[in-house]
């Protein structure tokens, strides 16, 4: 399971090293992709599986699920860490999460996320404020 909040930097051929303790649950090769809120996904193999088959199931028909599985398989790309535990991020993807120098890479259970610093700041500035609705209405679902 991925947890925790890293602070890293992309160097200026685009590269990010990926926390050490992200690493091995990752494994040689990983899917990085298009999220959501601005930020980029990044997927074990495993996981990318679970989430390209329910993607796979929605209804061709539906205007909605053909832009959201355009969305997430246009911008996949498949990785591999270089021998110092770095990425290469593409540019339409550092484009996508507004990524230059600082980011933030976060754990959130079954995959990673990447974010710009600024957009990480924003996003925590603009949460916080909801949270006990959003803990509300996590509860209506059991949680």
Not at 45 to 61: C, G, H, I
Not at 88 to 95: E, G, Y
Not at 138 to 143: T, Y
Request: aromatic share 12%.
């Amino acid at each position: 399971m991925f947890i925790g909040e890293y602070n890293h930097s992309i160097d200026s051929k685009g590269r990010l090293s990926v926390p050490s303790r992200f690493r091995e649950e990752l494994g040689d090769r990983f899917i990085l992709t298009k999220g959501l809120d601005n930020c980029l996904f990044v997927y074990s193999m495993d996981e990318w599986k679970v989430l390209e088959d329910k993607l796979k199931k929605l209804p061709l028909t539906n205007r909605d699920a053909r832009a959201f599985v355009r969305f997430f398989f246009s911008g996949a790309t498949e990785c591999e860490l270089d021998n110092q535990g770095r990425i290469r991020i593409p540019n339409n993807l550092r484009s996508h999460a507004y990524l230059e120098k600082e980011v933030i890479v976060i754990g959130v259970a079954t995959r990673i996320e990447i974010w710009s610093s600024d957009q990480w700041g924003q996003y925590n500035d603009d949460s916080n404020l909801s949270y006990d609705e959003i803990a509300n209405r996590m509860e209506e679902l059991g949680i």
